[in-house]
């Protein structure tokens, strides 16, 4: 847990009880600090209701990611924290106000910042240098172990989280691409591409930005002065074949070499030898639920692949392995539900469709000439797509769902630890 001395005897505001708020009620409690709390849907040991805070005396409001800021309309605490001059900010704000005396590596994308924060994790480990690893890749900020001046913190951001950063500089910052996702949240695409160039913020000559140059938005971020730090562009289409990886079954796909290019260059611009680079590189076992091998059965490879959340993702998965791919989809729909995966349908020998969608994506599937099932639940899909698929040579059963999994599971995880524990069981 990180300690948080400057807010001793001072009085800060937690709204959102989710894993960020309650971490950071643990860590101000522990750090002497007075609280107030509030959760529209739950409580706590210092829930107040927020009309009662006593907003002439909060030195921060600590806002959960998933409270809206601005958009579609800002939430009434924020509207209060507004009215009384009240700083706000999340987790990650905090964080680096206690340990801004250790390096920072920030990484942030619509699609592979996981893979790429996990994956740049896993080098400076092995590279033998202290490193804790959090933020939106499920480890709340403030649950990680403080750092000496040598360590690193490898943190990813999402757009959220960016809107309410402050002071917080990355030695590092990585953005890997931008595609159309939760607009609902940032107003439109400049409000969400606005809130991605938050990673650049506070950085000075002395740091770093990677941007990746494949996609139009970030090109177009590359060549603009969006920051004064020293830019690399990296590439999918660069120089990662020279590199001689060799084979990486954990690093599938043409995207993995955007991934694999962020991580080295930043890794590289924390003075890591090449050496141990491509060591960490060609040791790592890959995300969990991000393409994950999860087991091989009578010649059937089944992927775990439900961080796929939208159309964007899974179009890398399906891209990553060779025909016949039997694809399990279906959730919580995203906007413009599947239809930017026709060129790839070719690929897809069948459907097993879940989930609210699976009638939406019936419908796209069927005007497109590819068979599918609906068949309403994981486990059915699972049964349904390994008998097909045992007909087959070299079949791949991919969980890739192209959706939120809020209709039918907590979280992208339960959904991800089902699919597994539903193959280990075949």
């Known amino acids: ?70 958009h579609p309309v800002p939430h009434k605490v924020v509207t209060l924290a ?19 005396h250790v390096r920072f590596v920030g990484i942030t994308g619509t699609n592979g910042k996981s893979t790429t924060t996990a994956l740049i994790g896993h080098i400076i480990r092995e590279a033998n240098i202290a490193c804790q690893v959090g933020g939106n890749i499920g480890i709340s900020a403030l649950e990680l172990s403080p750092l000496g001046a040598d360590g690193i913190y490898v943190i990813e951001t999402s757009s959220y989280q960016l809107d309410l950063l402050d002071k917080t500089r990355f030695n590092v910052a990585i953005l890997l691409n931008v595609t159309p996702d939760h607009l609902d949240r940032h ?25 990746g140059v494949d996609n139009p938005h970030t090109k177009k971020i590359a060549a603009s002065n969006v920051t004064s730090a020293r830019m ?92 016949p791919i039997l694809w399990i989809a279906g959730g919580k729909a995203k906007e413009g539900g599947i239809e930017a995966l026709k060129p790839l349908f070719p690929r897809i020998e069948c459907a097993y469709l879940i989930g609210d969608a ?22 059915k899909a699972v049964k349904q797509a390994y008998e097909k698929a045992r007909t087959l040579s070299k079949a791949t059963v991919l969980l890739s769902p192209a959706c939120a999994s809020f209709d039918q599971f907590k979280n992208f995880e339960e959904r991800g630890e089902i699919f597994s524990n539903l193959v280990k069981a075949l």
């Open 1 to 70: 847990m990180i300690p948080l001395p400057f807010l001793k005897d001072k009085t800060v505001g937690v709204f959102g009880l989710g894993k960020a708020g309650t971490s950071a009620i643990k860590a101000l409690a522990a750090s002497g600090a007075n609280i107030v709390a509030w959760d529209d849907k739950s409580t706590c040991d210092y829930s107040l209701e927020i009309e009662k805070w006593p907003w002439q005396i909060l030195s921060y409001l600590v806002l959960s990611p998933g409270i809206p800021f601005t």
């Open 82 to 100: 507004q009215k009384h001059n009240v700083p706000i900010i999340c987790d990650i704000e905090l964080l680096y106000l206690s340990q801004s």
């Open 187 to 211: 107003g439109d695409m400049d409000g969400y591409i606005k809130a991605k160039n938050r990673i650049f913020r506070n950085q000075t000559s002395k740091d770093v930005a990677v941007i």
């Open 232 to 323: 690399i562009p990296i590439s999918a289409f660069g120089k990662v074949d020279e590199l001689g990886l060799g084979a990486l079954p954990y690093l599938p796909g043409a995207h993995n070499k955007e991934n694999i290019a962020a991580a080295y260059a930043a890794c590289s611009a924390l003075h890591i030898p090449h050496e141990k680079i491509i060591t960490g590189i060609q040791s790592f076992k890959g995300l969990a639920h991000r393409m994950e091998r999860v087991a091989e059965k009578n010649g059937v490879l089944f992927i775990n692949d439900s961080k796929a959340t939208n159309a964007e993702a899974t179009e890398k998965a399906l891209l990553s392995y060779d025909k």
């Open 358 to 379: 699976q009638d939406l994506f019936a419908e796209t599937l069927d005007q497109n000439h590819v068979p599918f099932v609906r068949c309403g639940t994981l486990d």
